[in-house]
């Protein structure tokens, strides 16, 4: 497969900032550009976050690209794949890469079934193979394992980045001037054809930007005892996560589930009480920079990934860790 | 209106994690499979989710037929369960081993749907829970040129639409949010939709003498482009986890909380 051009294509509808995992991207897409001497390009769908071009920069970027249109103004699943496909058809870049979130689950692979291209999700990295054509990694299981796959088949591929794969590393030698171009596609004839009757709304802050989360599990018994991890997670000025299972059993919202199929997060302490540590919850919370578990199960497969970890009973555990926050 | 769902057989991801939580996962020799012969194969969870909105479809009076499909090399346990479950038809799209990939799964399900008087309705699990790509609904949607609705937790027909509509509330990072689609369309299904039905006694004894319609890739008459694998499967690994756990010391509940928040506190994660 013949690599000239690496895209890493992104949105942030007009949030200010380059979303999250953007960096990441950039890292990945450069360090592949490298090795098979493609021209790195930032592609922005909508208008262009305020310090886009300067990061673009720093991670190397040789273009940076744009298309804007009145269609890519909310986000549109149509009018998304519509816009990357005729990205896709002008500049056929050998590689296109999203970091994964909500959004990007459905657009990556609809633009590959669009285009023709391979697709991979939850990828972890993506190099130079064997045999000189490109292989992706990508976690299966939850995480349990990984798998690496050939990327041989079709002219070029579309990879999601798991978040919290890779540390962002701006490029070596020293940030780059890149080039701005304004890419036109024709998105006249694209109308969104799903319709939306009532909007998600958040209320108050999210999971993903949480600094402290203290999360519970099964093991907190019952319903009941989960004021216990919301009020140790007020005491320590944070927001309180859950495991799927008390999510499935009704016990707290399912926009409190963090995990492969709830929330990705990355705070700087995640506590987790009454959580066995399965692969699928771990993948949203690993990448937290201190990991505490609380579990009467000194063997518990959590402590692997914990720098501190309380054997006992959560339910006399996180009163005491309430009183003790609270002093 | 048809409704199909594309189910898929796994390895129980529940197994998959006790060998792993216990650090006996192993791949084989092939570098490529697991080597743990003892785990059961099952039906991908989201997948029975998706067969259960299809049910409660019917329940809330959408007439028509409900078809589940799977593409595979022997899906037949799978696809009895989905008939006990009370799906009309059941059919197996054969491949070999190993598993192709999702580009071809997705074209022969699509193919399969076309060829056997089209869907009104295709609603697949959110991802598979052994490699979680979930890429297949995006490619069939792309394929057979309908719109795409992922993670449904509840999926009914619009009232008073002039054409057949869906309305379908989905889980969004920002919290519920509810839409419309015309259908046909794809729709995926997430586990908030619930808990999945048990089949009854009787209509499992039922669905034993229902015998899935065999589908061969060649019936299909696809392009050779479409039966083109696109992301083969090299290698699988088990990924190592660092684990360097302090486990704080303490007699009480009391000293073992004073001993974390202090410490915490020392290293300045917290204040
Ligand atoms: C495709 C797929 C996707 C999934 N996605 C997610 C996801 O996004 N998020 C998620 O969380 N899970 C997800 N899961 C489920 C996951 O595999 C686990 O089943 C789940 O995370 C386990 O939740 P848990 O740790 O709360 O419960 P359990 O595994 O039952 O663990 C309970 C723990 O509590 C401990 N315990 C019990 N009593 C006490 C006590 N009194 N004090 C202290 N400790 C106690 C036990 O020792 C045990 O370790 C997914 C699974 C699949 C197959």
Redesign the pocket.
């Known amino acids: 497969m013949e690599t000239k051009t690496v895209a890493v294509c992104m949105w942030s509808l007009g949030q200010g900032g380059l979303p999250v995992g953007t960096e990441e991207a950039l890292t990945l897409g450069r360090k592949v550009a490298s090795a098979t001497g493609a021209r790195l390009h930032l592609l922005v769908l909508g208008s262009l976050p305020d310090d886009c071009v300067e990061t673009a920069g720093r991670f190397g970027v040789d273009d940076v690209d744009q298309i804007e249109d009145a269609a890519l103004e909310a986000f549109s699943p149509d009018a998304y794949v519509e816009a990357l496909a005729g990205y896709c058809q002008q500049e056929s870049p050998a590689l296109m890469i999203f970091s994964q979130a909500a959004d990007t689950r459905v657009v990556a692979p609809r633009l590959a079934g669009r285009v023709g291209a391979g697709v991979v999700m939850n990828a972890v990295d993506v190099a130079l193979g064997e045999g000189g054509g490109l292989q992706a990694t990508a976690s299966a299981?939850?995480g349990d394992t990984q798998m690496v796959y050939e990327l041989s088949g079709a002219a070029s591929y579309v990879v999601a980045l798991s978040a919290n794969a890779l540390l962002p590393e701006p490029a070596e030698g020293g940030a780059t001037q890149p080039g701005c171009r304004s890419i036109q596609v024709d998105l006249t004839g694209t109308n969104e054809r799903i319709r939306v009757i009532e909007q998600a709304r958040t209320e108050g802050p999210r999971l993903e930007d949480a600094d402290i989360i203290v999360s519970?599990?099964?093991?907190?018994?019952g319903p009941e005892n989960y004021k216990l991890i919301e009020q140790l997670a007020e005491a320590l000025g944070g927001l309180a996560g859950?495991?799927?299972?008390?999510?499935d059993e009704g016990w707290v919202d399912s926009s409190q589930?963090?995990?492969?199929?709830?929330?990705i997060t990355r705070p700087a302490l995640y506590l987790?009480?009454?959580?066995?540590?399965?692969?699928?919850?771990m993948?949203?919370c690993s990448a937290a920079k201190t990991i505490v578990a609380?579990?009467?199960?000194p063997d518990?497969?959590?402590f692997r990934y914990a720098s501190y970890g309380l054997v006992?009973?959560?339910?006399?555990?996180l009163p005491e860790l309430i009183r003790a926050a609270r002093q | 209106m048809r409704i199909v769902v594309c189910v898929k057989e796994v390895l129980d991801?529940?197994a998959v994690?006790n060998y792993a939580l216990a650090g006996r996962l192993e791949i084989g020799e092939d570098g490529k499979s697991l080597t743990q012969t003892t785990i059961p194969r099952l039906m991908?969870?989201?997948d029975e989710q998706a067969l259960e909105a299809a049910l409660r479809l019917r329940d809330a009076g959408a007439e028509g037929r409900i078809g589940a499909v799977s593409v595979g090399p022997d899906a037949a346990t799978i696809l009895k369960h989905a008939a006990a479950l009370g799906v009309d038809e059941i059919a197996s799209v054969l491949m070999g081993e190993p598993s192709p990939d999702y580009h071809v799964v997705a074209s022969l399900l699509a193919a399969y749907i076309r060829s056997s008087g089209d869907a009104d309705l295709i609603l697949c699990g959110r991802?598979?829970?052994d490699d979680?790509q979930g890429v297949v609904p995006a490619l069939i949607c792309e394929a057979l040129g309908m719109p795409l609705v992922t993670n449904a937790r509840a999926i009914e027909l619009a009232p008073a639409a002039d054409e057949p509509t869906l309305r379908i509330t989905r889980v969004t990072p920002d919290g519920d949010e509810v839409v419309e689609v015309p259908c046909p369309a794809v729709v995926t299904v997430s586990?908030e939709l619930g808990e999945p039905r048990y089949p009854t006694a009787a209509r499992k004894l039922a669905a034993r003498r229902m015998k899935p319609e065999i589908i061969t890739p060649e019936a299909l008459a696809l392009s050779p482009e479409a039966l083109q694998p696109r992301v083969v499967a090299q290698r699988q690994f088990v990924p190592t986890v660092s684990g360097d756990c302090e486990f704080l010391p303490g007699e009480t509940p009391a000293e073992l909380a004073d001993a974390l928040i202090a410490r915490l506190r020392q290293e300045s994660v917290i204040s």
Do not use: M, W
């Open positions: 299981y939850g519970g599990g099964r093991g907190l018994g859950a495991s799927r299972p008390i999510v589930q963090v995990g492969l199929t709830g929330k987790a009480a009454g959580i066995s540590g399965a692969s699928q919850h993948a949203g609380i579990n009467k199960d518990a497969a959590i006992g009973d959560c339910l006399e555990i | 991801p529940d994690n991908n969870g989201f991802q598979a829970s979680d586990n």
